[in-house]
């Protein structure tokens, strides 16, 4: 499918999207439902802005546009504001916009999501660990292991960002 713009000047006509490569919820009915519950276990205990920034900064880093689509519009509509969701693929050098509970957690997003640079080192983990609670940490890598999950899901099978709505989902 084509997007086609038209403004007061011109008409842009945008790349074409890639189609599904199958809608794997519907063939895994019960992976789909096993992952929503997951999800909702996952994010018990923790801030909501918090859990969709960290939801946003492991999508990006996954290339995963279904994702950033979907978690960005659930973060405007729950208040996040837009300012702190653009800065977010560059918090490292924006800091000012988070809290230091926020950084931490983002340090770790990245941390756990980018496995192949190495383990999850001892100082970001001993950060996070001083801005959460034992069971907040729990949960909170409990969402990021989850948001990576997803992000496979998206990223494998296609799924085209820009149709989500807040509350189509679960």
Not at 9 to 16: I, R, S
Not at 74 to 96: C, F, K, N, P, Y
Not at 132 to 157: H, K, M, P
Request: net charge negative.
């Amino acid at each position: 499918m084509t997007t086609t713009e038209v403004t007061a000047t011109k008409t842009v006509e945008y790349a074409p999207e890639h189609p599904a490569r199958l809608q794997w919820a519907q063939l895994a009915p019960d992976v789909y439902k096993a992952m929503i519950r997951l999800d909702t276990a996952a994010k018990q205990g923790l801030d909501h802005r918090l859990y969709e920034l960290v939801k946003i900064r492991a999508s990006q880093i996954n290339h995963c546009a279904f994702c950033v689509d979907m978690h960005t519009k659930d973060a405007l509509a729950t208040g996040e504001s837009v300012e702190r969701i653009v800065q977010l693929s560059a918090w490292d050098e924006s800091r000012h916009f988070y809290t230091e509970k926020e950084l931490a957690a983002l340090e770790l997003t990245e941390a756990v999501t980018v496995l192949t640079d190495g383990f999850v080192p001892d100082e970001v983990y001993e950060k996070a660990a001083k801005h959460f609670e034992e069971a907040e940490l729990a949960q909170l890598v409990s969402a990021i292991a989850v948001i990576n999950a997803w992000n496979r899901f998206g990223v494998t099978f296609r799924m085209a960002p820009g149709h989500y709505q807040p509350g189509q989902r679960g």
